[in-house]
């Protein structure tokens, strides 16, 4: 909970905070705000820069608000305006969203923190995620694995299991011809409905790869854990590149659940059905392409 000191520094020290759903990545609601643990404070404020000018087409934003001295974050905290909604499995929604938000962010430039992590250097959380991400589009994954990874320890059967599959995506891999730009790397953690009302994003996690990474990743990420049917996989297929797109974020994803020490064994059993179901249509593709 959000300490009053950090209240009064974003002008409201008279709320009673209320703890949010996930959407709002652990944040409190304080009246007009919503208060939460921010990241770095150079991402915190680059972030709270884009996110103060973007201007997405049929999607509301969660704006930034400063502190009462003007500044993005203070002492570890941030606060954004609170937007009504909630989570809700509208998954065509908010791919559309996630689109219209990366349209928005066309020509922003790539922040060094984006960037692939040193692999001699050690990793924190951060580190691990931009190395999932390197890995999947690395042309020798191994590089960022190892540097996470025990040679000598005994992973669990299920990271295992990642590691052999995420393998096998690799070798399905083909070109990918469209931009890099950044994008919405969370879109289906971030977006929350209010009836009829625009989808609102409720906050920005950038990374940095073309347009249909969001709306790839979304669907591996609905169809592993939040119920998302398989059709979705077809419905946006239409988008440049998008089938190596969903290969490569089920690789991200699985390269997450082996490296990160916090992976549950619970989530992998979605996380293994969406993988075998992308990379066969991918085998079934390859073949076809043979002929």
């Known amino acids: ?63 930034p608000i400063v502190s009462s001295d003007g500044r993005f974050s203070v002492s570890g905290w941030r606060a954004r305006t609170f937007l009504s909604g909630h989570g809700a499995p509208r998954f065509d929604e908010m791919a559309a969203a996630a689109l219209r938000m990366n ?58 299991q990642a590691l052999v599959r995420a393998a096998r995506a690799a ?8 931009r890099e730009q950044l994008v919405h790397g969370d879109i289906a953690g971030c977006v929350i409905f209010d009836g009829v009302a625009d989808p609102a994003v409720t906050d920005l996690v950038p990374m940095w790869h073309p347009t249909a990474w969001s709306v790839a990743l979304m669907v591996v990420d609905s169809m592993a854990w939040a119920g998302g049917p398989d059709a979705l996989l077809d419905r946006w297929q239409h988008l440049p590149d998008f089938w190596e797109l969903a290969l490569r974020a089920v ?41």
């Open 103 to 160: 349209e928005a962010l066309v020509g922003e430039p790539r922040p060094t923190f984006l960037l692939p992590p040193d692999p001699a250097q050690p990793f924190g959380e951060a580190e691990i995620f931009r190395a999932a991400d390197a890995a999947a589009f690395a042309p020798d994954p191994s590089v960022w694995i190892t540097a996470v990874l025990d040679p000598q320890a005994v992973p669990r059967e299920d990271v295992a």
């Open 1 to 63: 909970m959000p300490p009053e000191h950090i209240l009064a520094s974003f002008q409201v020290p008279a709320a009673h905070p209320v703890l949010l759903e996930d959407s709002w990545g652990q944040g409190w609601r304080c009246e007009r705000a919503v208060i939460s643990r921010s990241a770095p404070q150079d991402q915190a404020a680059w972030v709270a820069r884009v996110m103060t000018r973007v201007r997405p087409a049929g999607v509301s934003v969660s704006r």
């Open 251 to 291: 690789m991200y994803r699985l390269f997450v659940h082996a490296l990160h020490p916090q992976s549950r064994a619970v989530a992998w059993p979605g996380l293994a059905r969406v993988a075998d179901v992308v990379m066969a249509r991918m085998e079934a593709m390859r073949a076809e392409e043979r002929g």
């Open 171 to 178: 070798g399905l891999r083909g070109k990918i011809g469209e």
